[in-house]
């Protein structure tokens, strides 16, 4: 069964920073692109950041560029988000997600997601 796990989420304080991972299991994560995406209340969700399959290349939202970077470790079937220099607009559940190697960063280009994990920037 193919499933998708976040971790790392937390309470920080603006400024700081945090490292969400998305473990995969039932599946190998190097063959799909992967995308981290975010929902606040009262707004959509949307695409932080994702990582194509082939090439390595990678995307991001305008709002996180230059502080937030995504990796992947094929080895642990693990997506890491590297969050820095948070703000309280940073606020919302993030989500992994996985989908074919065409798939860009948009949500609805995404079939399979985890349960999510808070991240809350608060002083």
């Known amino acids: 069964q193919l499933q998708l796990v976040e971790s790392g989420g937390g309470l920080v304080q603006p400024g700081g920073s945090l490292r969400l991972s998305c473990a995969a299991s039932?599946?190998?994560?190097?063959?799909?692109?992967i995308g981290w995406f975010r929902q606040a209340p009262g707004k959509e969700r949307e695409g932080v950041s994702c990582i194509s399959s082939s090439d390595g290349s990678t995307y991001y939202a305008d709002s996180v560029k230059g502080r937030f970077t995504i990796s992947r470790d094929n080895a642990k079937n693990t997506v890491y988000l590297q969050m820095n220099s948070l703000k309280p607009e940073d606020t919302a559940v993030y989500y992994c997600?996985?989908?074919?190697?065409?798939?860009?960063?948009?949500?609805?280009?995404?079939?399979?997601w985890g349960q999510g994990t808070q991240v809350t920037v608060s002083s």
């Open positions: 039932g599946f190998t994560l190097d063959y799909y692109a």
């Open positions: 997600a996985a989908d074919s190697p065409l798939a860009g960063c948009a949500p609805y280009e995404y079939d399979y």
